[in-house]
């Protein structure tokens, strides 16, 4: 959220095919996941950066342009 974008939850449970569809539809910058779904997500990700929680946390912390304001979306969630 800090460089303005938005956060799409996966369900790390919801069959493969679901998450492939939301992953496809949100069409995301990256996947950030935590070290116990690395393989799932880098089957998913294709040319989609993965990274984990750990190595966005080494990330720089400079401020990004910001791009958003109070009417845009913070959070996208699917649900069956």
Do not use: Q
Not at 10 to 29: G, I, K, W
Not at 46 to 75: C, N, Q
């Amino acid at each position: 959220l800090k460089s303005g974008g938005i956060v799409v939850v996966l369900d790390p449970v919801a069959p493969p095919e679901v998450t492939a569809l939301a992953v496809a539809d949100a069409a995301p910058a990256v996947i950030v996941i935590d070290e116990a779904n690395r393989s799932a997500a880098a089957s998913l990700a294709g040319s989609i950066p993965v990274l984990s929680f750990e190595e966005t946390a080494e990330a720089s912390t400079d401020r990004p342009p910001r791009g958003t304001g109070p009417g845009s979306p913070a959070m996208l969630a699917y649900s069956s």
